[in-house]
């Protein structure tokens, strides 16, 4: 209930357990999604999630069971940091042991991704379409 009260601060009834039941029906692999995981995966590209979501990502990972192509390695409900802080990035970069430039980001949200290349790193090379906005400071083809 201390979730609830904090979400929903104008104090109507929440079923938790009924929105513990409906969140993973909001997530499903967008079509060659799996595909394009195991093939970064079998090339070994390491991949890690990063994300803000409380400890119910564990209810996608039930789902989806993506541990099977990368790591739970970020999350800001164990980390106590959340996205878009900088400082979180920079932790994640210290943390891999890799320089900015050798990582590529991918996220839903573009300003966010702005926010985070802008600040961190001053440049960067975009690709865009209607479900993920890749972020690099190499600069890399897509092929559609």
């Not at 997530?27 to 994300?51: C, D, P, R, V, W």
């Not at 959340?82 to 890799?98: C, G, I, Q, S, Y």
Request: hydrophobic fraction near 35%; proline fraction near 3%.
């Amino acid at each position: 209930m201390e979730l609830a009260r904090k979400v929903f601060t104008d104090g109507r009834d929440v079923d938790l357990e009924g929105l513990k039941t409906c969140m993973p029906s909001g997530y499903s692999y967008i079509e060659g999604i799996e595909h394009l995981l195991l093939s970064l995966k079998q090339n070994n590209y390491e991949m890690h999630a990063f994300t803000n979501y409380p400890i119910w990502y564990q209810l996608i990972e039930d789902k989806l069971e993506l541990s099977k192509y990368l790591s739970w390695t970020f999350c800001s409900c164990t980390y106590g940091k959340r996205k878009p802080n900088t400082e979180f990035f920079m932790e994640a970069l210290e943390h891999l042991k890799v320089d900015p430039a050798n990582c590529i980001f991918v996220d839903d949200r573009f300003l966010l991704f702005l926010f985070i290349y802008c600040t961190l790193f001053g440049y960067c090379h975009l690709y865009e379409n209607e479900y993920l906005t890749f972020f690099s400071s190499h600069p890399f083809r897509v092929n559609e």
